[in-house]
């Protein structure tokens, strides 16, 4: 009952801004290794390897951008010098990500525990050629659980957790969905509401509604008192759209 499968994927992004003066390249290709540890009909264990490597090019056309030393009574002239005569070439970086998740599943419940490392190697990243200015390691973990709690009504909790250089960042809350068909453990219709809680940062409300395999989501981020009084206030809303492609019309877990 034991099955293992290699899986393999490639992304490409090339983006310009500020007309051109602007442009950004990123490649990256990933590989992962799936194991089923045990799989009986009650339950089923996995673990899942994966690695991956990045290259990203920067490209900033000095010549085209406006400082304020170019400001005159008629607008900017980029024939005087712009007073920025330290501007260096970004140097390319690559780097590597490494990630482990366990799995483990039954017909009521799901549960995931993953945890990942990125840029395990540092980058100079300055336009100004000061070799002090690096990327630093970033290190994630994130767990998700579901389960039935009866057969019209899933629940789904979720945290993640990411530190960088001493800097941390948390996210955490869960989700109810209710089905309105009449049928067993049908929610190819369904209606979802939740909290999340991003730390030191904001609350955020959840609601949703799932229409055959396309979950509908819609969320709102209420800021904390310290970050509501700022000078300077976010504003963040989130339309989300989810395609479910749900293995088993009778357990929208599996």
């Known amino acids: 009952n034991n099955t293992s499968f290699l899986g393999l994927g490639a992304m ?3 983006d310009d801004a500020m007309e051109g003066l602007y442009k950004n390249t990123f490649f990256s290709i990933n590989s ?15 673990l899942t390897a994966g690695l991956g490597f990045t290259y990203n090019k920067t490209n900033i ?30 140097p390319a970086t690559t780097s590597t990500s490494a990630g482990l998740l366990y799995s483990y599943a039954t ?59 001493g800097n941390t960042y948390f996210i955490g809350g869960g989700h109810l969905e209710y089905s309105i068909n009449e049928s067993y453990q049908d929610f190819q219709e369904s209606f979802n509401i939740g909290l999340y809680y991003r730390v030191k940062n904001a609350i955020i409300p959840y609601i949703g509604f799932t229409y055959n395999q396309l979950q509908f989501g819609f969320s709102y981020d209420i800021q904390e008192p310290g970050i509501k009084n700022s ?11 989810i395609f479910r492609n749900q293995k088993k019309w009778w357990n929208p877990l599996l």
């Open 12 to 14: 490409f992004l090339s």
């Open 32 to 46: 992962s290794y799936h194991i089923t540890l045990d799989k009986y009909e009650e339950h089923s264990h996995s």
């Open 61 to 90: 056309d000095y010549a085209g951008l406006s400082t304020s030393e170019q400001l005159n009574l008629y607008g900017f002239d980029r024939a005087l010098p712009t007073g920025e005569t330290t501007f260096k070439d970004i």
């Open 107 to 165: 017909e009521k419940n799901v549960l995931d525990v993953g945890i990942s490392g990125y840029k395990f190697y540092k980058n100079q990243i300055s336009v100004f050629g000061n070799g002090t200015q690096y990327v630093a390691p970033r290190y994630n973990a994130h767990i998700n659980f579901s389960q039935f709690l009866d057969y019209k009504t899933l629940l789904f909790l979720k945290g993640y957790y990411q530190i960088q250089e």
């Open 231 to 241: 000078s300077i206030r976010p504003n963040t809303f989130e339309l989300s759209m």
